[in-house]
């Protein structure tokens, strides 16, 4: 149990890093957008590239925000119909339910790495190869597989203990 206290945490810390590295992405695309709206409206004269740059920014903010937001548990969850069953059926629903996930987001985790080392292409007005983004699917959806099953193995447990 010690033991996976330990990898809880490390996984977690790691999720945290990626979730920061995405957050701190905003600033410039933040930037970037309001120069690119500025020039184009005073000088008529759009900053180019910027629309790249601020979709691959983006993109990484929100693949690697993922992981994250689940560990946070701040997805969205009905539980009008969770909360008025017992405990124990509960919880044997979100084994389930995290089954499924973690065999869905395997799925997205194996072809999303399949995928993004078929990819040759690069971007159309400052050649940024799309390589490292098509991968970050397979990057950000391990991380989420891994917060899952850490809840597995939590929910395993209090059946367990139950």
Known sequence: MEQLNTLRKLIQQVTRI?????????????LITAGDVICRGVWAKPIPGAVELSSYMLAVFILFGVAYTHQVKG????????SRLSDRTGNVLDIITTLLSLFIISILV?????????????????RIPQLPFRLLVSVAGFFLWLELFIDLAESVGKLIRR
């Open 110 to 126: 194996w072809q999303g790495w399949v995928v993004g080392m078929e990819e040759r292409a690069v971007s159309d007005m400052l």
């Open 18 to 30: 990626l979730c920061y590295i995405g957050m701190f992405l905003l600033i410039p695309m933040m």
């Open 75 to 82: 997805h969205v969850k009905v539980s009008m119909l969770v």
